[in-house]
């Protein structure tokens, strides 16, 4: 570190060494802090120590965000590999992936609608007329497959922005709009699917073979896993080098190196013990890109931000300026197409449309997700992530009681607890926030 | 003491005028026959008792709500702000009495909400936090802003702070004319000096301002012209430069001898006694 006095040295004559000496130069102490912490009642946190300084009193203020799920996944997968050992063996778990992909689509489409803090009772519904309108075009009719796939996705579009107008258009409230959706597109599904009541899918059509037998080789996965695992790391350097570039604070390069090595782990292990059976399958790729795309869409665009806003306050997004009208019309759009994705992939995952499919499970196993990952029911609050967490959780409840040969009288039973439990954390949660100003 | 009718063409300067303004709620006819004009590089204050109709003008000229009656006239044209996006590409802002923050977001969330800055890196798709929190620094510096940090939720700063926080929001586009609607009502001392010191640059700067407060003395420091409203209607408008504050406060009681002059007129009784 060279110190000023030297006398001989031009000021530019290298800037490494310069930027080097210039804080030992004597400027304030507030001049060199970054914007963001000059402030002098902000509690220092620093480096590694730092950042579980700060993670630890987000939690106790009620800033939970996926802790408890996370933790009650690990409680659960726990509970049921003492009760039954080849609950956390390779092959159960591809065949957990492939239970919990129609359901989780179907529940990033509720995160959306809770972030606003509506809800759509009909998703369920959406997804058995959408699996139903498939199999009678694709396998009656004798469309192509793409058309039979736009035709359904279609429609979920179009009965989203049927709601989303009925709500904007005549404020009716989204409860009711969707406890009618509930009944309609029920109706709609049984009477498209006529009198024999089940369809099904040709075993060796495309649809059938994405959901059912195609699977990531190990290879590919890995180097997927590298990919990704680099894009974060490398997106969290570049956020870095912005942030000190504009004279803000930013995680040090040692948090940054923990965080890409612990998200390799998270990535590697599951995908270790998947490739132990099948692999990872291409279905539940889909699910995990959607959640991505979705986590993108609401934390880093303006209509995410501005979905947030409306769940937060409707009355100051419209005085900031948002479009409101719009911003239900596509939330509701965007949950009903998801519904319709997931009435797809459950279709072709049990190569049949029946009468049932998409019938009160599918409905309360999608909103329970969405819940227990941890999205807020009063709007404003919550993460793509937690349709990924929830669906998980839901769907290994009903893995690990049929691998023990209990019947859906229990499952029922347990899943009504964990979702109970999870309301509760986000009530107590929310309580504790506004004791802490978090709210 | 009243405002003259206008001729069709406004007068030079005039950015914002307002003829003929009404609005009611129900039964309640809160705004009656509103004239009003601002110019460029002027502070029009406006006061009146509680319930006299300030906010809901203020809310009729930022679209907030929409007029029964009557016209506006927005640098020289005749514009319908039937919203408050509307109302903001003209190129009025407004900090609302109620300051219309979103609680679950943060300061900077809430600084740019409705014009987020993207970053041209994805194609203007993605949001640049590293500016618009570079920016909210230097906007809050700016306003001497005791905000500890801008990336807890609104929820969490003291009433001032989030005045503040609303404050520095109104000025982030680029306005013509700026409302402020009893801007220093929760700040501390030094806060309100500052407000009031950059409701003197906004005018240097040539905006028109439209201030609202109940705090007379704050009035008669930065005001050009006062306007009174009175239960909904234009109750005269005063130059400040040419009118004592007792006048004032009397168009806003409607009486010349009411509780506050008698109140004046007896200190200055005592005080004169004294001496
Ligand atoms: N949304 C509304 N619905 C019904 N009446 C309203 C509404 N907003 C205002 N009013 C009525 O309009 C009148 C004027 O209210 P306004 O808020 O404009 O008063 P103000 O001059 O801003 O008063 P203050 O000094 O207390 O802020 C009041 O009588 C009020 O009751
Ligand atoms: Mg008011």
Redesign the pocket.
């Given at each position: 570190m060279s110190l000023h006095g030297s006398g001989t040295r031009p000021q530019d004559a290298n800037p490494d060494q310069s930027d080097g000496g210039e804080p030992a130069n004597g400027t304030t102490d507030a001049a060199q802090l970054p914007a963001d912490l000059q402030d002098e009642r902000l509690i220092a946190r620093r480096g590694v120590s730092g950042a579980i300084a700060a993670f630890t009193s987000r939690l106790r203020s009620g800033d939970l965000g996926s802790v408890p799920v996370v933790v009650g996944l690990i409680i659960i997968w726990a509970v049921f590999q003492v009760a039954n050992g080849s609950f956390l063996s390779s092959r159960n778990l591809v065949n957990l992936t492939l239970q919990t992909t129609s359901v989780g689509v179907i529940a990033l489409g509720i995160v959306l609608v809770l972030l606003l803090g509506e809800i759509d009772l009909s998703v369920g519904s959406v997804s058995g007329v959408a699996g139903a309108v498939l199999a009678i075009t694709f396998v009656n009719k004798g469309w192509p497959l793409a058309l039979s796939l736009v035709a359904s996705v279609v429609l979920g579009i179009v009965i989203g922005l049927f709601y989303g107008l009925l709500y904007t258009r005549f404020g009716v409230p989204s409860f009711v709009i969707t406890l009618a959706g509930l009944l309609g597109f029920l109706g709609l599904q049984l009477l498209v699917l006529g009198k024999d009541g089940t369809v099904n899918l040709p075993y060796d059509s495309a649809l059938v073979g994405f959901a059912t037998r195609s699977f990531l080789s190990p290879a590919v996965a890995y180097i997927l896993i590298a990919v990704v695992v680099a894009a974060y790391a490398l997106t969290r350097l570049q956020g870095r080098r912005a942030r000190a570039a504009a004279g803000l604070s930013s995680a040090p390069n040692s948090v940054i190196a923990i965080k890409a090595v612990a998200l390799a782990l998270v990535l590697l292990i599951p995908v270790l013990i998947l490739n132990g059976d099948r692999g990872v399958s291409s279905m539940f790729l889909l699910f995990l890109a959607l959640v991505v795309i979705t986590d993108i869409a609401v934390r880093r665009t303006r209509w995410g931000r501005s979905v947030f806003a409306v769940g937060g306050s409707v009355e100051a997004a419209r005085r900031a300026g948002i479009n409101v009208r719009m911003i239900y019309l596509s939330v509701f759009a965007a949950c009903s197409t998801l519904a319709a994705v997931g009435g797809i992939l459950a279709a072709a995952r049990l190569v049949a449309v029946s009468q049932a499919s998409g019938g009160t499970d599918t409905n309360l196993n999608a909103i329970a997700a969405a819940v227990i990952g941890g999205t807020s029911l009063f709007g404003g609050r919550g993460s793509a992530y937690s349709a990924l967490l929830g669906a998980l959780v839901i769907m290994s409840i009903s893995n690990g009681l049929a691998l023990l040969s209990l019947d859906s009288s229990i499952r029922y039973i347990v899943t009504a607890g964990v979702l109970l439990i999870a309301v509760t954390i986000d009530s107590l949660s929310r309580r504790s926030r506004q004791a802490h100003g978090r709210a | 003491m009243t405002v003259t009718p206008a001729p069709l063409d406004v007068g030079a300067g005039t950015v914002l005028k307002l003829q003929g303004i009404s609005?009611r709620?129900?039964a309640?006819q809160?705004?009656k026959n509103i004239e009003l004009d601002v110019r460029a590089g002027e502070v029009m204050a406006l006061v009146?008792?509680?319930?006299?109709?300030?906010?809901?003008?203020?809310?009729t000229i930022a679209g907030v709500?929409t007029a029964d009656d009557g016209t506006m006239v927005f640098d020289g044209r005749e514009v319908r702000v039937g919203s408050p996006a509307e109302a903001q590409q003209l190129g009025i802002a407004t900090v609302f009495?109620d300051l219309a923050l979103c609680d679950n977001l943060d300061v900077v969330a809430n600084l740019y909400l409705g014009r987020e800055l993207t970053a041209p890196s994805a194609r203007g798709r993605l949001l640049d936090e590293v500016e618009m929190e570079r920016q909210s620094w230097e906007l809050l510096r700016q306003l001497s802003a005791k905000i500890p940090s801008v990336r807890i939720p609104v929820a969490s700063l003291s009433g001032g702070q989030r005045q503040t926080v609303a404050i520095a929001r109104s000025l982030l586009g680029k306005p013509k004319v700026v409302m402020l609607?009893?801007p220093t009502a929760a700040l501390g001392v030094a806060q309100t000096a500052e407000v009031l010191n950059l409701v003197e640059r906004l005018r240097e700067r040539g905006l028109a301002v439209i201030l609202?407060s109940?705090n007379m003395a704050d009035v008669m420091a930065v005001a050009d012209r006062v306007a009174v409203?009175r239960l909904?209607r234009n109750n005269g408008v005063f130059v400040v430069s040419e009118t004592r504050t007792q006048d004032i406060i009397a168009a806003i009681t409607g009486a010349t001898d009411n509780a506050v002059s008698e109140r004046a007129a007896r200190r200055s009784r005592e005080e004169g006694s004294a001496s």
């Open positions: - | 609005k709620f129900g309640v809160a705004l009146g008792d509680n319930g006299a109709g300030k906010s809901t003008l203020v809310k709500y009495q609607d009893e609202i109940h409203l909904g």
